[in-house]
């Protein structure tokens, strides 16, 4: 998202990360900034904080989840070190955990990269289920009329996607959306916006992609070459 809020999806969900030694004020405006920037991503979200070392008190916790609700997201959980914070995060209802240990690198190791890991699911996404990941979906499995996947980066169905579709949800142009079969309600990259057409396709594996500043749609035979 910027230097200072950071979101990432892993197998828990997704997570929102404060950069701990900013400017109280100057994080409140970048995530009202972000919020609304990406409004198609976070609208319905449920995420954990991370704090940090950050101590926050119970107002301007108060403050956050306020401007957070505005934009339809819900924090269930508020991960940080200090006590304070997690002491305003239970008088606010919220669950409260320290931050998670990770163990020391190994010398000479490469640094972890700071993209979200990729998401792998294995199910049907039915009507009112929606998927959402800040990183790369991938499904083994339909996506049914009314059935939603969001994602940051691309979205690959191994099977029949039917539903609402958003890649590049957090501003990724260069996201792809491929499946087996290609025949959404409506499909977005970035912010740009596609409606199937009408009648009957041929059911062959087909990529989305933006060229030109708009939605094309060719099968994958002819997108590989």
């Known amino acids: 998202m910027s230097d200072l809020i950071s979101i990432k999806g892993g197998r828990d969900g997704l997570r929102m990360r404060f950069d701990d030694s900013a400017e109280w004020g100057s994080l409140v405006e970048q995530l009202e900034r972000q919020l609304a920037q990406s409004q198609a991503f976070f609208n319905g979200a449920r995420l954990t904080l991370d704090l940090g070392d950050r101590a926050v008190s119970e107002a301007q916790l108060a403050e956050l989840l306020d401007l957070m609700r505005q934009h339809g997201v819900v924090a269930d959980a508020l991960s940080a070190n200090a006590r304070e914070s997690r002491n305003a995060a239970r008088a606010a209802g919220i669950t409260a955990r320290p931050l998670p240990r990770y163990p020391d690198p190994v010398p000479g190791a490469a640094p972890a990269s700071g993209e979200s890991e990729a998401l792998l ?6 009507s009112g289920q929606v998927v959402r990941h800040s990183g790369h979906i991938t499904l083994i499995g339909d996506v049914n009329p009314g059935g939603e996947v969001i994602a940051g980066g691309s979205v690959i169905v191994w099977g029949r996607l039917r539903g609402f579709v958003h890649a590049g949800a ?12 290609l025949h959404p309600t409506q499909l977005r990259i970035a912010d740009q916006i596609a409606t199937a057409p009408k009648g009957d396709r041929h059911h062959v594996p087909e990529v989305a992609r933006i060229e030109a500043g708009q939605i094309v749609v060719e099968s994958w035979e002819s997108y590989k070459r």
């Open 121 to 126: 699911l294995t199910r049907t996404v039915r």
């Open 170 to 181: 957090l501003g990724n142009s260069e996201a792809l959306v491929c499946a087996i079969e």
